[in-house]
């Protein structure tokens, strides 16, 4: 209860300590940025302390933590001088119901997610302990970049700038790490939520008189984002239930199931159960089929489900700044154009310079925060800018927007880039490059179970603009923009093959060719192109929908001017063109997979579909929550009850799954040990005594068993934060890009507790400076006789001779290894 209290009182001051700055800088907002205070905050402390850090100005301690907020201070106050108090407490004093109104929502929704967490605290299972690991690893560093727990003489090689904002609250609130994952899990649902809040709120506030009446409506921007769900619970439901399953308990498989071929759905159900972690499916609705027809999974995860399962990966943490980036956005759309400048003397852009960074180092920390934002969100800022560039300019035709489009897009893409060189010095990934996809393509079914429930008021809203004569729609250039985006990406995926095919470059693994129809699992290329061509046309109905939604995207853009010549846009509501933005930026993201994917070590689109999926849900549930409020005031002919019944339907089949998987992961909201916040959870309890015995004396590097991803090894090094040889071995190679050097130490770890010489041992903990070495059940059952490097067992008796045990407990002993090593 302290801790939650620490933890809401410091970002509730962060908040107000940088109101004045983001005041000033975002004067076109109605809302002047006040419901993005705290996000903001959070990431000025944070890009300042790791800035001194990692340039040696400043540790990571107390006085480190506290230098950056002195600083703030001093901004705030510069910005209060002369007469900037007494307009800001004047425009407090106007908008006390947006204050009033966005801090009771940030308190309730960081209570109600803390108290979900309280019933399931415990970090266990997917990459949880790894989200630990960085957590305490952050607390227990004494400088940046902080040392990688799982790997020990190095840094952190991947993109943890979130993990560094919670390790920073941690440290300043005194909080366990083990605590501090909980806390940051409810801090990020409240901040999502504040933040989507906000954008909606600006964007309904910039119609005339309408600032007061857009307080409740915005509520419908978290309740999308954060609430809302695909519509695989309504499914599940409906098949546990034996819709569909009419032969009777004989019954084997069902044409409708088999058809929708969502795994789990496509078994018979069993009877009134879901089954165990039945909510898991939700995230995994897509289904890739190879050339030889093997099925591969692919992550379609979702908001809900990632708050419900407790996660806190990047893509998870990243989620309230991107509604800030998505506020600066809309502050940039809605800036006039006043100073400009020429980027390197080279691009000249209509923005003041001093905007101009700050929206550069937005994007930057895109990359810290989830590397796969980065580019996306560069784009959502260029294409603000060419929309604000478009209502000031007579030339509107698409190749001047694709031109100042690129030129936004490049300046800022490389200005934040540079800010956040320090990072990208330390940084390299198992990204391998992009790769055409010629087979995969999401079935138009499996399409709408996962957006659906946002597909169908964006798609009402649209078509309601689209017959609103005040619009002008422009037809020809919808269709024109389409085919060229389609076809474009078509001919992009065509030339990698046929590139590919031309060249054949030796790899090293072998020919370009045979690697990638390895990778897909055919025998001939052209054979390959083929059936990728032939799915394309018989399950297309995923390139049917969003073709449709560009039509009516790009033709609603790029609107008709007046038959007069004249150079004025058709007359709408300012924020009409900002939420086509978000539609477009949407489409651009889930098309994009289904040409090309980046290359990684699964050697398909699965984190591609994950990544991208991802972040549309995160913009068009902002474009959908706009559109419902906007049909609600809008529609005045019969037809409308026709609309609002397809979207009450729409939503109730999207509230499924919170309403059947909250008590289900939280066991009817009970836990037999008592609420806690604290999900340490380790087996048997010796080894969490032994975390506690390390806790207490001086860091060092430990010597634990070695094992794979989502396994219970590492956890020494993942409770104490201290550095392990080798933790979670896949994801090591992920993270370095290859296995040269996990595979050696992994050998090694295997030889220092398997061999009979003592000569041998000694030399491997001199060599990795190994301070404390551990032997308790994992390493046991992990080192068998017969394992490999490892003919005859664990051998601990060259231990128990040249060691001094200073950890004894049932099922454990933690050895002291000296500083110099006798014979």
């Not at 959908?624 to 019969?638: C, D, E, I, Q, R």
């Not at 020494?716 to 934060?721: E, K, Q, S, V």
Request: net charge neutral.
């Amino acid at each position: 209860m302290l801790d939650f209290i620490a933890w809401y009182l410091i970002v509730l001051v962060l908040g107000w300590l940088v109101f004045p700055l983001i005041y000033r800088l975002l004067p076109g907002l109605p809302g002047r940025g006040y419901t993005l205070s705290k996000i903001f905050a959070l990431l000025v402390w944070g890009y300042l302390f790791w800035l001194f850090g990692r340039l040696g100005f400043s540790a990571n301690n107390l006085t480190g933590l506290l230098f950056p907020l002195l600083l703030m201070l001093g901004g705030s106050i510069w910005v209060l001088r002369d007469s900037g108090w007494e307009e800001i407490r004047n425009w407090l004093a106007d908008q006390r119901a947006l204050v009033l109104s966005s801090e009771a929502l940030f308190l309730a929704a960081f209570i109600a997610m803390a108290l979900v967490r309280a019933f399931n605290p415990e970090i266990i299972g997917t990459e949880k302990p790894m989200e630990l690991a960085f957590i305490n690893a952050i607390l227990g560093s004494e400088s940046l970049p902080p040392r990688d727990p799982w790997l020990s003489g190095y840094a952190i090689s991947y993109y943890y700038f979130g993990y560094l904002l919670v390790g920073m609250l941690a440290k300043l609130a005194g909080t366990l790490g083990s605590v501090a994952f909980n806390l940051a899990v409810s801090l990020t649902f409240a901040l999502a939520a504040v933040g989507s809040y906000g954008v909606l709120y600006n964007l309904l506030a910039l119609r005339k008189d309408r600032q007061r009446s857009a307080l409740i409506p915005s509520l419908l921007a978290p309740f999308f984002t954060l609430i809302v769900s695909n519509w695989e619970g309504f499914l599940h439901y409906l098949h546990a239930k034996g819709f569909l399953w009419t032969g009777g308990p004989e019954q084997t498989a069902s044409r409708f199931w088999t058809w929708l071929d969502i795994q789990d759905l496509i078994n018979p159900p069993l009877g009134d159960s879901f089954g165990h972690w039945w909510w898991w499916r939700a995230s995994r609705v897509i289904q890739d089929y190879d050339f030889s027809g093997f099925g591969k999974e692919v992550i379609s995860e979702f908001p809900f489900f990632s708050f419900l399962l407790g996660d806190l990966h990047p893509h998870v943490l990243s989620i309230p700044y991107v509604y800030l980036i998505l506020g600066f956005a809309l502050a940039l759309y809605l800036r006039p154009r006043g100073k400009s400048f020429r980027w390197l003397k080279v691009i000249p852009l209509d923005i003041s310079p001093g905007f101009f960074m700050v929206l550069a180092w937005l994007a930057g920390s895109m990359a810290f925060l989830n590397t796969w934002n980065f580019p996306m969100y560069v784009g959502i800022l260029a294409g603000a800018y060419v929309l604000r560039n478009r209502h000031d300019q007579t030339d509107r035709e698409p190749l001047s927007a694709l031109r100042d489009f690129l030129f936004a897009g490049v300046a800022l893409g490389v200005t934040g880039v540079i800010m956040y060189i320090p990072w990208y010095v330390g940084f390299s990934s198992q990204a391998g490059g992009i790769l055409p996809n010629v087979l995969y393509i999401t079935r138009g079914a499996q399409f709408w179970v996962m957006f659906g429930p946002l597909l169908v008021p964006i798609f009402a809203w649209m078509v309601y603009q689209w017959i609103n004569n005040k619009i002008r729609a422009n037809l020809r250039t919808g269709l024109s923009l389409t085919a060229w985006l389609v076809f474009g990406l078509l001919f992009l995926m065509l030339s990698f093959v046929g590139l590919a095919s031309l060249l054949n470059i030796d790899t090293g693994q072998g020919k370009l060719v045979q690697l990638f129809l390895g990778l897909v699992g055919g025998t001939d290329l052209s054979q390959v192109v083929l059936e990728g061509l032939i799915r394309r046309i018989r399950t297309g109905g995923t390139l049917v929908t969003l073709a449709a939604l560009s039509v009516l995207g790009w033709g609603l853009i790029f609107p008709r001017t007046d038959k007069t010549g004249g150079s004025k846009l058709p007359w709408r509501s300012k924020e009409v063109d900002f939420v086509l933005l978000l539609v477009l930026g949407g489409l651009v993201l889930v098309l994009i997979p289904e040409f090309i994917y980046l290359r990684d070590l699964f050697g398909y689109r699965i984190n591609t579909i994950f990544k991208f999926y991802y972040q549309t849900w995160l913009i068009w549930s902002i474009a959908a929550a706009y559109a419902m409020v906007t049909l609600a005031g809008s529609l005045k002919n019969p037809a409308r009850y026709l609309v609002y019944s397809g979207l009450t339907l729409s939503l109730i089949m999207a509230l499924f799954y919170p309403v059947l998987s909250l008590p289900s992961k939280t066991n009817n909201f009970s836990r037999s040990e008592g609420m806690s916040l604290d999900g340490a959870y380790l087996y048997p309890p010796s080894d969490y005594q032994g975390v506690e015995y390390l806790r207490g004396v001086r860091p060092g590097v430990i010597a634990e068993a070695v094992g794979g991803s989502y396994s219970e090894h590492a956890r020494m090094a993942t409770y104490t934060g201290y550095p392990t040889v080798l933790g979670w071995d896949f994801h090591e190679v992920q993270w370095r890009g290859g296995w040269d050097l996990i595979m050696s130490r992994k050998e090694d770890i295997a030889t220092l507790y398997c061999t009979t010489q003592w000569d041998t041992a000694r030399s491997l903990l001199q060599k990795y400076d190994i301070r404390y070495l551990v032997v308790g059940n994992i390493e046991y059952s992990t080192y068998t006789e017969g394992s490999d490097y490892c003919p005859f067992g664990i051998r601990v008796d060259k231990f128990d001779l040249h060691l001094q045990p200073v950890f004894l407990s049932e099922g454990m002993v933690i050895y002291s290894v000296p500083e110099f090593l006798g014979d």
